[in-house]
């Protein structure tokens, strides 16, 4: 079965068992996806789990061994001529020549395309203006960054790939960006996002497809991958009052809650979960603990775990 479901409407990709290897190693083993037109779509994973082998053959770069693909409603291998002109990939650094400018270059690409963006009002919304007219060369990692995003979106695609869109961009940057991803699912366009910043996955995405060893292991939207991870366990991190280094005996802890060994863990420096239903009782026994140990809450948290917990729980260290 595919990994999502569409809206009723024709699905923007539909991918049905692909696979694709390299010698001995089966980068992709049977992955299916159904993306909804103007939908958001996050494809996380480590280091070598299959990401870029399977974006790659959705955008039409790599030939699958076995499987189905339609992007937009066409095989982006045998009628990629037709798709390019309806999608916008994310350039990674090197794509360009480092003699340009970002303004000559979106210029250039806008002469590709019938309906094009405004390059101007392009360098303007990604915030490029103070270096429009600087070599490229001699752009910063994020200004390179932020030029790539703007020319994966000049010749206003109907589905976008982002690879990393934020990565290497400061605070103002990003924000920028996520804005910008926001403004293109408004606007009805689909995009494919990978990255491996966990919060960017859960701020933007409407569903997203965790893929490990090749293999598909987890789909839904965020609310439902945490949701369906939910444990009887609460976490909480510390400070100690008036200095540093704060840590929480663990066995104490676990006896003077009626835990017993194995009651609390240290997943983390100064983070700690507590292995049992977060009922008022034994919330306040745990904040009375802490007060008279003086240590400080810092947080709480009940029920579900973050994406990023979720993420970590369902794959291993990648190889690429």
């Known amino acids: 079965m595919p990994a999502d479901v569409t809206n009723g409407g024709p699905a923007a990709i539909e991918v049905a068992g692909l696979e694709k290897q390299y010698g001995s190693v089966r980068a992709v083993?049977?992955?299916?996806?159904?993306?909804?037109p103007g939908a958001v779509f996050g494809l996380?994973?480590?280091n070598g789990a299959g990401k870029t082998t399977t974006v790659e053959m959705?955008?039409?770069?790599?030939?699958?061994?076995?499987?189905?693909?339609?992007v937009l409603g066409l095989d982006p291998w045998r009628e990629g001529r037709r798709l390019r002109p309806r999608i916008g990939v994310m350039l990674q650094d090197g794509g360009l020549y480092p003699g340009i400018r970002p303004l000559e270059a979106?210029?250039?690409?806008?002469?590709?395309?019938?309906?094009?963006?405004?390059?101007?009002?392009?360098?303007?919304r990604v915030g490029l203006r103070?270096?429009?007219?600087?070599?490229?060369?001699?752009?910063?990692g994020g200004e390179r960054q932020r030029l790539s995003l703007a020319l994966a979106l000049v010749g206003r695609p109907?589905?976008?790939?982002?690879?990393?869109?934020?990565?290497?961009?400061?605070?103002?940057?990003?924000?920028?960006?996520?804005?910008?991803?926001?403004?293109?699912?408004?606007?009805g366009?689909?995009?494919?996002?990978?990255?491996?910043?966990?919060?960017?996955?859960?701020?933007?995405?409407d569903r997203i497809a965790i893929i490990d060893h090749g293999r598909l292991v987890a789909s839904g939207t965020p609310a439902e991958l945490t949701a369906a991870d939910d444990a009887d366990e609460m976490r909480f991190s510390v400070r100690a009052?008036?200095?540093?280094?704060?840590?929480?005996?663990?066995?104490?802890?676990?006896?003077?809650?009626?835990?017993?060994?194995?009651?609390?863990?240290?997943?983390?420096?100064?983070?700690?979960?507590?292995?049992?239903?977060?009922?008022?009782?034994?919330?306040?026994?745990?904040?009375?603990?802490?007060?008279?140990?003086?240590l400080v809450l810092d947080e709480l948290r009940t029920g579900k775990r973050t994406l990023e917990e979720v993420f970590l729980r369902l794959t291993s260290d990648g190889r690429e």
């Open 29 to 36: 083993d049977g992955v299916s996806l159904s993306i909804a």
């Open 241 to 294: 009052e008036g200095r540093a280094g704060a840590r929480v005996d663990r066995l104490a802890l676990g006896a003077a809650l009626g835990l017993g060994a194995g009651g609390v863990d240290e997943v983390r420096a100064g983070e700690y979960v507590v292995r049992a239903p977060a009922t008022p009782e034994l919330v306040a026994s745990l904040t009375a603990w802490l007060r008279d140990h003086d």
């Open 44 to 46: 996380l994973g480590p």
């Open 130 to 140: 103070p270096v429009a007219g600087t070599l490229v060369r001699r752009l910063s």
């Open 189 to 205: 366009v689909t995009v494919v996002l990978t990255t491996h910043a966990m919060d960017e996955a859960e701020q933007l995405c």
């Open 106 to 124: 979106l210029r250039l690409f806008a002469s590709y395309y019938e309906d094009a963006v405004d390059p101007d009002a392009l360098v303007d």
């Open 158 to 187: 109907a589905l976008v790939f982002l690879d990393e869109p934020t990565a290497g961009l400061d605070p103002h940057a990003r924000m920028t960006a996520w804005a910008l991803v926001r403004e293109l699912r408004e606007q």
């Open 58 to 70: 959705l955008e039409g770069y790599r030939r699958p061994d076995a499987g189905d693909v339609k």
